[in-house]
């Protein structure tokens, strides 16, 4: 499918365990990005990626490890994740010049229990 | 620091004008955007304004910026129901890396039949 993908869409999982979410671009964009959504935060970013095996922290980084060894996927995992952790995550890509407009997935829900 | 405000909510009548406010803090952004989030789904671009621009309208939408107050609008004519949604500000995020966007918190707008 063209376009950003995101997989799982749905996700409940306990306190401790490793959970890994996909996003998948198929445009060739250089820079991907992951953010957490949460009700009185809106939206924070994570980590983002400028290249493939680039990447830097955000706004809210810890707990959370990424890798980019593909332009088209840029994976998140929860080493250990706590029940702070539940939100609804988007991962988003984008072309740096021009209108530099991010084009976001449709989002995994994560529970933590 | 870096922040863009928005109201969190506005509630409208079907058929009505609706104007989403913004402020913002980075003068040497080149656009600004607002988006829009429908329940369940991703962000997608409703429009974006340069920064050299004071208008932009585009069908019912229409964009104000004011650079000297850093102030950025939305309004959206005859509002109908399906217009129900969050509505995001942002503005790029110089201060970072290129291509990084700062979100506002979102206005969520409710449309009354």
């Known amino acids: 499918d063209a376009g950003i993908t995101q997989s799982p869409r749905y996700k409940i999982t306990e306190t401790g365990r490793q959970v890994t979410l996909m996003c998948h671009q198929t445009w060739s964009h250089s820079y991907m990005f992951w953010y957490r959504q949460d009700l009185g935060h809106g939206l924070r970013l994570i980590y983002y990626s400028a290249a493939a095996d680039i990447t830097d922290k955000g706004e809210v980084p810890d707990g959370y490890v990424v890798s980019r060894s593909k332009t088209e996927n840029f994976p998140l995992t929860l080493e250990s994740a706590t029940r702070s952790q539940t939100s609804v995550y988007f991962c988003?890509?984008?072309?740096?010049?021009?209108?530099?407009?991010?084009?976001f997935g449709p989002g995994t829900r994560l529970t933590v229990l | 620091g870096e922040d863009v405000e928005q109201s969190l909510f506005l509630s409208v009548r079907e058929g009505d004008s609706s104007v989403i406010n913004c402020t913002y803090t980075d003068s040497s952004s080149t656009y600004l955007y607002w988006y829009k989030q429908e329940p369940g789904a991703g962000l997608q671009l409703l429009t974006y304004?340069?920064?050299?621009?004071d208008m932009k309208q585009d069908q019912r939408l229409t964009v104000l910026l004011n650079k000297k107050d850093k102030h950025l609008s939305l309004r959206i004519a005859d509002t109908q129901t399906g217009d129900s949604a969050i509505y995001f500000c942002?503005?790029?995020?110089?201060?970072?890396?290129?291509?990084?966007?700062?979100f506002g918190k979102g206005t969520k707008l409710s449309v009354k039949p």
């Open positions: 988003a890509s984008s072309e740096v010049g021009g209108s530099n407009e991010q084009f």
């Open positions: 304004i340069f920064s050299n621009m």
């Open positions: 942002a503005e790029e995020n110089y201060g970072g890396s290129q291509g990084n966007l700062i």
